[in-house]
């Protein structure tokens, strides 16, 4: 139950089994799959000596190359097949779809091989980015969809299903698993979702999934985004969940081309569990606690640097050209650590982000609506705090206290709107009318029943150990009733006449409207906690703060112009 392995076999199954000299093809999805599971050495040691896109115009013949073509089953790439082996540029081409090909797809690519260059055709279900062992995304460039009524735009509406239908089932023949489906009840979309997939599972490819039956069928869970708009609202500081937040990750890369001026080798890093020992250590590690780390590991590097200076004898020679490479990468980690840390640092400098961060943190974790509201109303007349800022936390403050103080709610959405700026005032509304109190299933803020309220007092009484990071998501609950069997079927109802004997033993969730590294880090601290349930979380982006209000202005915008 790791996707990224999962991954990582197909891609080494397309390139070991053939020999010589080969081009890789992808799409401009699978270059994302793909590269997240391997890098540029490890490429060329499969003989990969060129990749290229399936929509390249070049027309360069090298039939020297066999191509290998690792492509989504989609009608756009079957036309630029189509397009390719009409006039064929390398000497064979063996084609590996990332998903279920459709019987007429193999029919044109059949009547389209004159040349009979075709050798294999495959499919490998490797349809989602695979970017933490147990995190995977699907990277889905309009992931607003999801919050407009299917009225709205039904042709867009459909692709998005159809889009997260076939990530999800994907995983799972990767997997090799055939899930019990449950859904959240309050979601119209997590529950088309679950019917299309549990209809694509059980019926239109039951063959495909009829893999040898666990005593306890596995879960899949499908949650809508907004259940839990608070987790993509904060701030983090936790090392990966930061990093995205302050620099953004894509891909597993982060570009620092428009922060500061860094040599050009680190312009683009690298930021991968499975390629950076010290980023696996430290991807869930406080800023505090990382900054310490990160001291250490700077005196190692001039520990190691001082030894290789000491240069006598033509041993010690032959010994620092044997350790070299091993002293570039050490040095190249070392400065892409220190370079993003240094350049968090001065963000968080810049916006005030720890006086914020308590702030938004006392509105998601306690209660006190009074002195909630004066810190907000202060920030708001602080000429300095960033609109971005203020537009998260009067958001914050409307998610917590819609119904306690309307009153003084519209008089922080007025105070926002007196000021000239990008984000629009609406913005608040339209949120409390696509996640309000009325429209979530789950106890966001603890306060629904007597158990709730009684572990947030203890743990209030208790104290906290990090004031920033005192804030759980939602899915911390929901997991928490999965392990102990108490996930409720009035609230979670499952698909068909299937029903979970036992606790499930594997768990895969997937977040329609996206996932984020705070939550991906809860599954992964639960995951080693060794409960004997192991959870893969999975979600049509991973959102940060700026992404979640792209897409509420990006659907605030197309529901303004349905109603036009």
């Not at 890789?24 to 490890?42: K, P």
């Not at 797809?105 to 050798?119: F, K, W």
């Not at 979601?187 to 039951?206: N, W």
């Not at 895969?508 to 192991?534: K, M, P």
Request: a neutral charge; hydrophobic letters at 40%; one cysteine or more.
């Amino acid at each position: 139950m790791v996707v990224v392995s999962a991954v990582r076999d197909y891609v080494n199954r397309m390139l070991r089994d053939i020999s010589g000299m080969k081009v890789l093809v992808l799409d401009a999805n699978t270059v994302s799959i793909t590269s997240v599971v391997f890098s540029q050495s490890e490429l060329l040691q499969k003989e990969v000596f060129l990749v290229e896109t399936v929509d390249s115009l070049s027309k360069e013949v090298m039939t020297h190359l066999k191509a290998v073509c690792f492509l989504r089953p989609t009608a756009e790439n079957i036309q630029h097949l189509k397009r390719h082996l009409s006039n064929p540029r390398f000497g064979e081409y063996h084609l590996y779809f990332s998903n279920i090909l459709k019987t007429h797809y193999l029919q044109i690519l059949g009547d389209s091989d004159e040349h009979e260059v075709v050798q294999q055709v495959q499919e490998f279900y490797a349809d989602f980015v695979s970017i933490d062992p147990y995190h995977f995304t699907l990277n889905m460039p309009s992931n607003y969809i999801y919050m407009l009524p299917p009225v709205a735009d039904p042709q867009s509406t459909q692709l998005f299903c159809d889009r997260v239908r076939d990530g999800i089932s994907a995983v799972f023949l990767a997997l090799k698993r055939r899930p019990i489906i449950r859904y959240q009840r309050s979601s119209d979309i997590a529950r088309r979702i679950a019917l299309e997939t549990a209809k694509l599972m059980y019926e239109e490819e039951s063959a495909l999934f009829d893999f040898r039956r666990s005593e306890i069928s596995p879960l899949l869970l499908i949650l809508d985004r907004r259940d839990d708009p608070v987790t993509p609202l904060l701030n983090q500081w936790t090392y990966q969940a930061m990093v995205h937040e302050l620099l953004e990750i894509k891909d597993n890369k982060v570009d620092l081309r428009n922060f500061i001026k860094v040599p050009k080798d680190q312009q683009e890093v690298v930021l991968s569990s499975e390629q950076d020992a010290f980023f696996k250590a430290n991807m869930f590690e406080n800023f505090g606690d990382l900054g310490m780390n990160i001291k250490r590991m700077v005196d190692e590097f001039q520990q190691k640097a001082k030894s290789n200076q000491n240069i006598q004898t033509l041993e010690d020679m032959a010994k620092f050209v044997d350790n070299y490479p091993e002293y570039k990468k050490m040095h190249g980690n070392v400065s892409k650590h220190v370079t993003m840390v240094t350049e968090m640092s001065r963000i968080v400098d810049e916006r005030k982000l720890m006086s914020l961060s308590q702030t938004e943190q006392e509105l998601a974790c306690n209660a006190g609506q009074v002195a909630a509201f004066e810190a907000v109303m202060n920030y708001l007349n602080d000429e300095s705090v960033s609109d971005v800022d203020r537009l998260r936390l009067v958001m914050l403050y409307a998610l917590r206290y819609e119904k306690e103080s309307p009153i003084q709610l519209e008089q922080l959405v007025h105070k926002l709107a007196s000021r000239p700026t990008r984000y629009k005032s609406g913005l608040v509304h339209f949120l409390l009318k696509q996640a309000g109190v009325d429209k979530r299933t789950g106890d966001l803020f603890g306060n629904r029943d007597f158990f709730n309220r009684a572990r947030n007092m203890a743990r209030g009484l208790k104290g906290v150990e990090n004031v920033y990071t005192q804030h759980q998501p939602l899915l911390y609950n929901t997991i928490e009733s999965i392990v102990k069997g108490r996930l409720r079927d009035i609230d979670y109802p499952f698909v068909g006449n299937h029903y979970q004997q036992g606790r499930p033993q594997e768990v895969v969730i997937f977040v329609v409207g996206g996932t984020t590294y705070e939550e991906a880090r809860t599954v992964a601290l639960q995951n080693g906690a060794n409960t004997g349930t192991r959870i893969i979380l999975g979600g049509s982006v991973v959102l940060n703060s700026k992404r979640f209000m792209k897409d509420l202005e990006e659907a605030l915008r197309a529901a303004r112009a349905n109603v036009l």
